[in-house]
């Protein structure tokens, strides 16, 4: 009754049209808008479901918040995207009336063209998806992105920021990405002392550097075992090249390396023997 009394206040050309098949369009358009914002509210909701899924995976982990985010809008853009695509195929077969095959044809080839004109942009967009999926890098942690090495400032899906050890801000489009190199997640770090000593000295270094270096992973708990004694080039002549090779604890390596190099000094001076580096 309240519908039939509000028809009857409108003036009578906008009456006809109401009932006529533009009001019918303009309902449906107004149902379909409204579908669209439920979509779009409820997007996030699901969003935040399907990451914390994740949990119940193979490698069971907690992702650190701003993944959580960054995954979170990804996939409510996923949605809303798709929400909006179908959207627009109903509007256009419905209420336009649009033969199918001929809009058939028309996505076909507007694909195709935005495909061949944006192929470096699409590229870069589903390079960033794999990335953000993948977790190879994280804003905060060291890397080098194939000749760019530094710390990452911001992920998005069209690109990389990251700040250079020289201090500039050089951004690397995601496709250009191949290799990764991620050294904010190694499993150690090295600390390794190079020495240049007299040839004539070698052969009573080398047990007393032995010796050291049973005693430095005893007395220094991030020092992952006795070091390795090496000549890297193997020359002989008047002077010998000799490196320690050291491993410790992932991210101790720089802190670690002037304690070993005083260990060695002392060792060394103590016994007599000159030498050059560390």
Same mark, same amino acid.
């Given at each position: ?10 003036? @009578?050309?906008?009456?006809?049209? &109401?009932? +006529?098949?533009?009001?019918? %369009?303009?309902?449906? =358009? #107004?149902?379909?808008? !409204? ?29 650190? @918040?701003?993944?959580?985010?960054? &995954?979170? +809008?990804?996939?409510?853009? %996923?949605?809303?995207? =798709? #929400?909006?695509?179908? !959207? ?47 977790? #190879? ?142």
């Amino acid at each position: 009754m309240a519908y039939h009394r509000g028809m009857n206040a409108l003036p @009578p050309w906008l009456r006809d049209v &109401l009932r +006529g098949p533009w009001g019918q %369009g303009l309902a449906q =358009l #107004a149902v379909l808008l !409204a579908v669209l914002w439920w979509v779009r509210a409820m997007s996030w909701g699901l969003a935040r479901r399907l990451v914390r899924l994740s949990r119940y995976a193979g490698r069971a982990r907690e992702h650190r @918040p701003a993944r959580q985010m960054t &995954l979170q +809008g990804l996939i409510a853009d %996923g949605i809303s995207a =798709l #929400a909006f695509f179908a !959207a627009a195929i109903w509007v256009l077969l419905r209420l336009v009336q649009v033969p199918a095959q001929s809009l058939a044809w028309a996505i076909g080839l507007l694909g195709a063209g935005i495909g061949l004109a944006a192929r470096p942009l699409i590229s870069d967009y589903l390079a960033g998806i794999g990335f953000v999926i993948e977790d #190879a890098f994280s804003v905060g942690e060291k890397v080098r992105l194939g000749v760019e090495e530094g710390v990452i400032e911001r992920v998005n899906l069209r690109s990389t920021l990251l700040r250079a050890m020289t201090g500039e801000l050089v951004t690397v489009p995601n496709g250009e990405i191949r290799i990764v190199h991620n050294y904010s997640r190694g499993l150690f770090s090295t600390a390794d002392v190079h020495l240049r000593l007299a040839s004539v000295d070698v052969a009573r270094a080398l047990p007393l550097l032995a010796e050291l270096g049973d005693e430095a992973a005893a007395a220094l708990p991030d020092l992952d075992g006795p070091w390795q004694i090496i000549s890297k080039s193997g020359e002989l002549g008047a002077q010998t090249d000799l490196t320690l090779l050291a491993r410790t604890r992932f991210g101790r390596g720089a802190d670690l390396r002037p304690q070993l190099m005083a260990l060695v000094h002392e060792r060394l001076r103590g016994a007599g023997i000159a030498f050059e580096g560390g």
